[in-house]
């Protein structure tokens, strides 16, 4: 089994990108014509809407993306039908080729975190997942142990792209911010194996809304892929998101959640071509302000 | 609507104790009988089991004890089939007239964390949930928002009962702890909506396995009430948890849920006998060396 690393090196340089499709689910900007169809509310409606939309909205993304982001919230906010959406999305994108990475942000000790990471690795069948470090090592580790059996990756939260995220993120301690603390925790666990890229299976997620952080962060972990959210709806441009990166175009991933699967009104017929256009104009961008570009020996048709 | 804390403190004295049956299901522990009914091992099977084996250990549990706190990872760990068995286990409870705290300890920014506090008050029904709080105020907002409109409660994860916990929780901020910050931002959310008995909507975990840091943060945070793991299974004694407790044993509720739910052997057939005796010994317990004694006004017959 080829080591999660090189192999979602190899899918990004297929696709000639490392743009991530996040797939977010929100019943309010579905399309009318699909939310019409399942008219009623209840959360097996919405759940069956969102498996329409996730799966019409995929088999655009597909031949253009690498990889794939589920937020598993908005799977669990439809109850046990949402789940089933869920397992409905993951089992096509890996049909089609994908990576899919679930965003869960689990945490837990000991055998509770191995459930999770069972759920994650075997049950929804992801090749890696989101994880929330506050816990520590041995709550990580299950998730860790899961991921290397599977030969998938896990990426620990380092420094969030939301406003708020320094709040403890930020605080000084020995000297240095505490995000600064978890990116060596994360960076130590990723060298235990690192694949023929260079890269390890332990990533980092860091938000491009800080870019100085990404800047010192990619230069203190070069081992460590970076899962980039932020781009797009959130605020970050695409220069912002360069520091991710390693001169080459790999090491980091960018995800895009709205501004990929909901650039249309409700209203809108042709949304799925709005969907399209808006990845291929992410993806452009990307190339053109970061070292992205350079992966795209054979970009997409 | 009573206030979250008033509610629980209520129900406390009503049972006459504070303790909280976990509900942490496991396979290779279901008693033999179970398990041979849905042999085959798929997750619906073991879906199955588990809620037949939770339904029937809530009634021995829900004459005794105030409240229970779901596993969401065992749950998770069996895919839709999981969640539609925790779905029925929550609404037993809340027909049995407990409180249910639900534990997946979720976590994540704005509009997705609205979305999981939709799903664990709105579709589960949960009372309280548990909340990871690495992301800082704005992801935990949205939390604080649903439950105070359910009339429900939250507990910020601040100190947690694995042995590894410290590696970041203990590291030092600012002259002060990290969780000792996650503290008293958890006690200020707590203070803005306080009810009749003192105690806040927001509320701590903090493991009984560090009994020393129980007893400071139950000094540095009076209004906040406290959910205790760690007690029985994971080592810690009754004694090592009195510290959480407020002299009239109201305060904290403390788990335990292999201890209560898996003290017998799979193939032991009294499992249900064992299941009620387990409980009882642990509300003595707990009755002779902490405050909680003093609650038992109207002890359970």
């Not at 689910?25 to 097996?44: H, K, N, V």
């Not at 919405?46 to 794939?68: K, Q, S, T």
Request: proline share 8%; glycine share 10%; hydrophobic share 45%.
């Amino acid at each position: 089994m080829d080591h999660f690393a090189d192999r979602l090196a190899a899918a990004c340089r297929r696709k000639g990108n490392a743009l991530c499709a996040g797939f977010d689910p929100r019943w309010e900007s579905l399309p009318a014509e699909i939310r019409r169809r399942q008219a009623g509310g209840s959360p097996e409606a919405v759940a069956a809407a969102f498996a329409e939309f996730c799966c019409r909205a995929l088999d655009v993304v597909a031949p253009l993306v690498p990889l794939i982001k589920p937020q598993m919230a908005f799977f669990e906010q439809c109850g046990p039908a949402g789940f089933a959406a869920l397992e409905q999305l993951i089992r096509k994108a890996r049909d089609l080729g994908l990576f899919t990475l679930l965003d869960g942000k689990r945490n837990d000790i000991a055998s509770t975190a191995a459930a999770y990471a069972a759920a994650a690795f075997g049950v929804w069948g992801a090749d890696a997942l989101t994880v929330n470090p506050y816990l520590g090592r041995d709550a990580v580790e299950p998730f860790l142990q899961a991921a290397r059996k599977a030969g998938g990756g896990v990426f620990v939260l380092v420094r969030t792209s939301n406003p708020g995220a320094g709040l403890f993120q930020d605080l000084r301690c020995d000297g240095r911010p505490l995000y600064r603390h978890v990116a060596e925790a994360a960076a130590g666990w990723s060298r235990e194996n690192v694949g023929e890229c260079g890269l390890g299976d332990v990533g980092a997620v860091v938000g491009a809304t800080y870019p100085a952080e990404l800047a010192e962060l990619r230069q203190a972990m070069p081992e460590v892929p970076f899962l980039v959210p932020g781009f797009g709806a959130q605020g970050a441009g695409a220069a912002e998101t360069a520091p991710a990166f390693r001169p080459d175009g790999t090491g980091a991933v960018v995800n895009s959640s709205r501004g990929l699967l909901f650039p249309f009104r409700p209203d809108e017929p042709n949304w799925e071509a709005a969907i399209e256009k808006a990845t291929r104009a992410a993806i452009a961008s990307l190339a053109a302000a970061t070292p992205m570009g350079r992966l795209a020996a054979s970009p997409p048709a």
